[in-house]
């Protein structure tokens, strides 16, 4: 077996040629000064297409640091004190400069860098016209976890504008990323199962028992045997964990893969347990190899009322629950949060103070850094040192292959965990351990164009799961009518697909769910946009070809948000310990260290509005 260092060493070596420029072209020196964020036209960050998300420019300076230790040996000093530099321009980063300013006053300078040409973060806006209308996609972070909100998140977004009961009512029902009883389709592809077909119908009704289980099982088309086994899972026929008493039939469903129990005690086939694959691939970033029993009845696929009292107990109690859980979202996903907190740390970017007008609203890019202006956002700006020196700290960026740096009172790592050991050597060895514990979990999330819509229509709501398939889930772009922003995406009006691929393989033994996101990491790197492209038309046209679909005709533009370095890590029943309260990972590694704090989601171990927030205001505490 390959070791984690052998693996990582080597991946370095294969991608760099190809991922990374040479310390030549990405460090070189001079003397100009940072660049203005000036863009207009097509140089707006939301309307670029081809490949986004951790896009040509943004990472190769961080992996040259992280990959090969090198950074400049010189940088220009500039002129610019600040009370508080930032690292990272995301949920966690700008939430940090909003709540310091709270706390510390609206005259104190905040500099927030950030190594991409757009700020927040995974919250990335995806804006197309057609037609003369505006059209918007979810770039990466999704909705909000209203039902698990902070008093502290809950303030934040109070008091930009947010108010979660409106939003949620603005959203279509049955909407298949916020609604967990959402009517959607499957999607059987021709080479997993013979042929191209689409089975609508309710499927979350159907996987829990209830009365839509026999006929949509009966509509797959599976062998009649593997149909019967897959009714008497969903239904609770027999006991499967029957020999197990209460407390080993938890540590069972806690310990066991779900592939595992569906293989051998539920006896379904490989291409039955591939139905239950998109859910974890998108949510999880894995497959039903990694992911505990537990965890897979809680994504809401079948089995609890099979594994005898205590899955009959979880399955009640997850019908009473869904009724009080809620997924409010912008049209654009989280970016609208991130755009209402630039607007309110920098109010020349952009007019209004509502949810309602940020949507539509044109922000200035020109106006994020300013001089003289008490907060300054920097784009294209990748840190590479950052120190404790002289009762303050030095913060050191490239930014457009050359190399400055900049002095504050303080400074906040709002960027990954994983990269914090070499942007801040000082860290103790220990503490760099941990901060490198959690992987990030590979994903992308591609938005489609379409000029009409009439083909996908045609064929039924348009959510789908597709197991077996590039992309696991496919689905309109949020139906969210706020504000000015009306789109209903019926009939022959044109149409935003959201489409979201998880790259991590299939889990070998030995292999960690950290492992196989590593793999899958390195895999986005190398995948050039005219393979995510292709892969894109090939699903759409075997999914709506037999309705008139024509990729050539049909797709106006298509956006590829890869984030190689997508959601936090959350522990994992099969792979990581209980540890006692303040010795987790992520507990021991977001220590502050001299006058430099940690904020980010990863510091909360959780992919989260709420935890990207919470993350900032600790780190917040910590330095006033």
Known sequence: MITRRDFLNGAALTVAAGATLGPKDLLAMGN????????????????????????EGSYEVAHSLAWRGEKPAHYTPLQETYDLVIVGGGISGLSAAYLYQQKAGTDKKILILDNHDDFGGHAKRNEFNSGGRTLLGVGGSVNLEAISL???AQGVLEEIGV???RLDAAREPGYLLSDLDAQAGYFLNEDTYGQNRVIHGNWADAWRGGSQTRPLVHSLGLPAEQQERLIALAEGK????EDLSLMETKRYIESTPYEEFLRHKAGLSSNTIQLFEP????????????????????????????????????????GLAKEYIQFPLF??????????????????????????????????????????????IRLNSTAVN???????????????????KVRAKNAILACYNGLIPHLCPEVPEEQKQNLKYGVKVPLVMTNVLLRNGASVNEAGPAQYHCPGSFHSLVTKAPPVNLGNYKQSGQGSEPLVLWMAHAPAPRRQPGQTARDVYRLGRHSLYRMPFEEYESSVKNQLTSMFGNNGFDAERDIGAITVNRWSHGYTYGYLQLFDPDWSEGQA????????????????????????????????ARAVDEIS
């Open 32 to 55: 100009r000064g940072p660049t203005p964020n000036l863009l207009s036209g097509d140089e707006y960050p939301p309307t670029r297409t081809g490949l986004r998300g951790s896009h």
């Open 331 to 376: 049209p654009d996903g989280n970016a609208s949060i991130t755009r209402m907190m630039v607007r309110k740390l920098i109010p020349g970017v952009a007019p209004g103070n509502s949810m309602e007008d940020v949507i539509d609203a044109p922000f200035d890019y020109s106006q994020l850094d300013q001089e003289g202006a008490p907060v300054r």
């Open 585 to 616: 990972p992520h507990e021991l590694g977001r220590n502050p260290v001299g006058r430099i704090s940690i904020a980010n989601a990863d510091s909360h171990a959780s992919a989260s509005v709420q935890a990207a927030i919470d993350s900032g």
């Open 279 to 318: 859910y974890h691939k998108v949510y999880m970033g894995f497959g039903t190899d990694s992911s505990s029993v537990a965890e897979a009845f809680l994504l809401g696929y079948p089995g609890m009322r099979s594994v005898g009292t205590v899955g009959k107990m979880g399955n009640s109690l997850w």
């Open 150 to 152: 902070t008093d502290t």
């Open 238 to 241: 027999t006991d499967l964990l």
């Open 386 to 404: 950052v120190k404790n020196e002289d009762q303050a700290v030095e913060v050191a960026y490239v930014q457009n292959g050359e190399a400055y």
């Open 163 to 165: 108010d979660l009961e």
